[in-house]
């Protein structure tokens, strides 16, 4: 076991605050990460505060982080896919049975076992797993992702939670040339959603909340913007989607989007907020209309979505920010005030 520095959080109530950890020593199969960038996503604060406790509570102390970025420093004996002085990934995932039907699937984000890379039991050292708020990491090779080169690395972290969670929806839904796809909620996930239906040839349509946003959404690749607050807007487009990513991160009305719906349309929920959301039924029924979820992704399509990016150029838009201001970041997230992701420097740790 060796020390790392790190930021956690004590209790549901307690800011980030600077702290040390222990890492374990490699083993045969393991990488060992200097980190160079981790992105904050929303589901870091959702953790940090207990909002899911239900059904993943937070273990105190917890480390957050699970877009990360950094060069492998050292390698197990048995590593082939990595060596020193590399780029390596590390997203949501650090480990999992890898015998099940999922895990032989390359679905490993659906494996019944799966270690997730914080506040999961923790199977070397006890305890829960630490994440990427941290100056280095342990982490079996068959997790860690090859970084294509030529991605400016700041923006490159965010693929790893943001981007895989919007590419395999859109990947699994058939979103393409001639389909007409909906994104709502411009923050981390859903300007990466715009970026991929963008690339894939769908005609975007960014939903938000935020008039704000509306310049920016072009930008990135919308075709149209609707400000969702605006029911006029919203009735222009009523019965018309082939696809909807709800990518909100708090409660919301879904039933405003299912309307929105054409028949057999479907409406992916990748945003968790931590209350239970209102369906009416009749909007489903009138349409054949189907409302579904998706996870991350599993480590076979997160390396086809980096290769995407880098055959794509496509990076996340970050705000690249010290350690020191992650608690600052964490309530710019609740005002939507984010453009559009936080990537915390790394670096900044070494002076704590
Ligand atoms: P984020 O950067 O904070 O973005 C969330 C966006 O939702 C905001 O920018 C805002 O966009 C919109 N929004 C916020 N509050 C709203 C409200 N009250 N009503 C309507 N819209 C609102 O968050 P994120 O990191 O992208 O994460 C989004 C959600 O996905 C979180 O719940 C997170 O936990 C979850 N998540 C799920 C997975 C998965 O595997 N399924 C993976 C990662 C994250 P506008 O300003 O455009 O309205
Ligand atoms: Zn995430």
């Not at 490993?108 to 050292?125: I, R, V």
């Not at 920016?216 to 807007?233: P, Q, T, Y």
Request: hydrophobic residues 40%; contains cysteine.
């Amino acid at each position: 076991m060796y020390k790392a520095k790190a930021y956690s959080a004590a209790s549901a109530t307690s800011p980030l605050a600077s702290t040390s950890i222990e890492r374990r020593e490699l083993t045969e199969r393991d990488v060992q990460i200097e980190i160079l960038f981790c992105g904050i996503c929303h589901s870091d604060l959702h953790s940090v505060r207990n909002e899911w406790s239900e059904f993943m509570p937070t273990q105190y102390p917890i480390v957050p982080g699970h877009e990360i970025v950094g060069r492998v420093t050292k390698t197990g004996s048995g590593v082939t896919k990595f060596k020193p002085g590399d780029l390596g990934a590390v997203g949501c995932l650090v480990d999992s049975d890898r015998t099940c039907a999922q895990c032989k699937a390359g679905l490993e984000n659906f494996c019944p076992n799966m270690t997730l890379t914080f506040n999961s039991p923790d199977k070397h050292l006890g305890g829960v797993t630490y994440g990427g708020y941290s100056e280095s990491i342990v982490v079996d090779e068959h997790f860690v992702l090859r970084v294509p080169s030529g991605l400016e690395l700041s923006g490159t972290a965010p693929l790893l939670c943001a981007g895989i969670t919007t590419y395999s929806p859109m990947r699994h839904w058939g979103v393409g040339k001639g389909k007409k796809v909906g994104v709502v909620g411009l923050g981390g996930l859903g300007h990466m959603a715009v970026k991929f239906a963008h690339a894939l040839e769908a005609h975007v349509v960014v939903f938000t909340t935020s008039a704000s946003k509306k310049e920016d959404a072009l930008r990135l690749g919308a075709n149209e913007v609707v400000i969702s607050r605006n029911a006029d807007e919203m009735k222009n487009h009523a019965g018309s989607f082939d696809f909807i990513l709800d990518a909100v991160s708090a409660e919301h009305d879904i039933n405003a989007y299912i309307n929105l719906l054409a028949i057999g349309g479907n409406l992916t929920l990748v945003g968790a907020p931590a209350k239970p959301l209102q369906l009416a039924a009749m909007g489903l029924l009138f349409g054949r209309r189907n409302l579904s979820g998706s996870l991350i992704g599993g480590l076979p399509e997160t390396q086809e979505m980096l290769d995407f990016c880098g055959a794509h150029h496509i990076t996340a838009d970050v705000e690249v920010i010290p350690i020191q201001k992650v608690n600052e970041a964490y309530e710019r997230l609740l005002k939507s005030d984010v453009k559009y992701r936080f990537s915390i420097d790394m670096a900044s740790l070494k002076s704590e």
